[in-house]
């Protein structure tokens, strides 16, 4: 691949675009491009680099973002280069085969707060091959450097959206802040947002404040019934890496398909609310 063009898919995934690397890994007889050839499909359809022009990109640029609309996985295109059967429109007269390749498009974990807790959870999300984006308002806690597991956002919190955050049923929402005010306005913030979880971080004491006060703002109470509250597994963990494990398990769990109830009650006394289709639009748990 052009090291150019590989750069400049990094570079917008990190960004958080998404697209769809088209790459020709079959070709015999005559064609416009050779094997390992490739170009990016943006949702738009706008693209960088060429598999050779001609009916054959616009059919597979097509195709490419079906399947970004679609949010499906990778898929295969076949192209025979014949006249007679593209209506006269190629006459190369050889076959090639395009994989096309969704980038972009994993289920996301998105962490409100970048103090320990959400630098270890970005870690362990990223790890466990989630993209990942993290929001803070301070700099000195939300910037590449020191969180260099996916994107960050600083901006205030009622610009987050403007800076590009997109929720969408692969969303994986964690609300760790510094502060029990702060997490309310996020949990304020995210009501009726589409996402297919949606965790609080912090004690039952804390909970029940910040559950209490928005409520009396007029918060709905089943939106919040359906926080994962306290967020993650009863590990008993401490430690901010204890923490990112117990919630990034519980998330991976929701993700699959797991079976939380045997998970939670061996362990936990009163567990937090459980509810295994995750939020509306989102039924099967966000697999």
Same mark, same amino acid.
């Not at 400049?8 to 094997?35: A, K, Q």
């Not at 960088?48 to 996985?73: D, H, M, N, P």
């Given at each position: 691949?052009?090291?150019?063009?590989?750069?400049? +898919?990094?570079?917008? #995934?990190?960004?958080?675009?998404?697209?769809?690397?088209?790459?020709?890994?079959?070709?015999?007889?005559?064609? !416009? &491009?050779?094997?390992?050839?490739?170009?990016?499909?943006?949702?738009?359809?706008?693209? @960088?680099?060429?598999?050779?022009?001609?009916? #054959?990109? *616009?059919?597979?640029?097509?195709?490419?973002?079906?399947?970004?609309? @679609? &949010?499906?996985?990778?898929? +295969?295109? &076949?192209?025979?280069?014949?006249?007679?059967?593209?209506?006269?429109?190629?006459?190369?007269?050889?076959?090639?085969?395009?994989?096309?390749?969704?980038?972009?498009?994993?289920?996301?974990?998105?962490?409100? $707060?970048? $103090?320990?807790?959400?630098?270890?959870?970005?870690?362990?999300?990223?790890?466990?091959?989630?993209?990942?984006?993290?929001?803070?308002?301070?700099?000195?806690?939300?910037?590449?450097?020191?969180?260099?597991?996916?994107?960050?956002?600083?901006?205030?919190?009622?610009?987050?959206?403007?800076?590009?955050?997109?929720?969408?049923?692969?969303? *994986?929402?964690?609300?760790?802040?510094?502060?029990?005010?702060?997490?309310?306005?996020?949990?304020?913030?995210?009501?009726? /947002? !589409?996402?297919? *979880?949606?965790?609080?971080? $912090?004690?039952? /004491?804390?909970?029940?404040?910040?559950?209490?006060?928005?409520?009396? &703002?007029?918060?709905?109470?089943?939106?919040?019934?359906?926080?994962?509250? !306290?967020?993650?597994?009863?590990?008993?963990?401490?430690?901010?890496?204890?923490? @990112?494990?117990?919630?990034?398990?519980?998330?991976?769990?929701?993700?699959?398909?797991?079976?939380?109830?045997?998970?939670?009650? !061996?362990? @936990?006394?009163?567990?937090?609310?459980?509810?295994?289709?995750?939020?509306?639009?989102?039924?099967?748990? $966000?697999?």
């Amino acid at each position: 691949m052009d090291r150019d063009l590989l750069n400049l +898919i990094h570079d917008e #995934l990190l960004e958080g675009w998404i697209g769809v690397l088209c790459t020709v890994t079959g070709s015999e007889g005559s064609t !416009p &491009r050779e094997l390992g050839a490739s170009m990016w499909v943006r949702p738009d359809g706008s693209i @960088a680099g060429t598999i050779g022009g001609g009916i #054959l990109e *616009y059919e597979v640029i097509k195709k490419a973002t079906a399947l970004l609309g @679609a &949010r499906s996985g990778p898929a +295969i295109h &076949r192209a025979r280069l014949r006249e007679e059967e593209s209506d006269g429109e190629s006459v190369c007269g050889g076959d090639m085969i395009v994989l096309m390749e969704p980038l972009g498009v994993e289920a996301e974990v998105v962490i409100f $707060g970048a $103090g320990h807790v959400g630098k270890a959870l970005a870690e362990a999300a990223n790890a466990a091959g989630f993209s990942v984006t993290v929001w803070d308002e301070r700099e000195d806690y939300a910037n590449a450097g020191e969180i260099p597991f996916g994107r960050v956002i600083t901006c205030p919190l009622g610009e987050v959206f403007e800076r590009g955050l997109e929720l969408d049923d692969r969303s *994986y929402v964690v609300v760790a802040t510094r502060g029990h005010s702060l997490d309310a306005e996020v949990l304020r913030l995210l009501e009726g /947002k !589409p996402m297919a *979880y949606l965790g609080l971080m $912090g004690s039952r /004491k804390k909970i029940a404040h910040v559950r209490k006060s928005l409520m009396e &703002r007029g918060v709905s109470e089943e939106y919040l019934d359906r926080v994962f509250q !306290p967020v993650g597994l009863p590990l008993r963990a401490e430690t901010p890496g204890e923490i @990112a494990a117990s919630i990034i398990s519980e998330i991976i769990a929701v993700h699959r398909g797991g079976d939380l109830e045997t998970l939670r009650s !061996p362990y @936990a006394k009163e567990p937090g609310p459980f509810f295994p289709n995750g939020f509306p639009g989102n039924e099967g748990g $966000g697999g």
